[in-house]
């Protein structure tokens, strides 16, 4: 199973069913040919946390969603203070533009505000 634990990205329960959440189509074709071995594995197996569910169908799919790495304790997120005040001319003719960068404005004065 070790090979297969690589292309699991996560999983869920929704309508009594077991979600795998892959991230390679051959992790998708390993899961389909050992799906029997999975679902008698958890009936014969269940761990303790599951024992109250009651999962009647096992599913997989693939996300083409990029994994989110997690922080380790020793990374640190860096935050830069905002140097703007917020106060500069906006001279954008496109009035859809102009508006976002007004709001985007905005957004710059009231984080300044509350610093």
Known sequence: MPTFQRFVQFT???NETLFFVLNHNAGKQEFDNSIQNIK?????YAPVECEELAIKDIKAFITHSPAQEELKPTQKVQKYKERSSG???IDIKDSRLNSLVQSIQNI???KNATS
Do not use: W
């Open 12 to 14: 869920y329960i929704k």
């Open 40 to 44: 008698k594995a958890l009936n014969l």
């Open 87 to 89: 106060d500069f001319a």
């Open 108 to 110: 710059i004065k009231e």
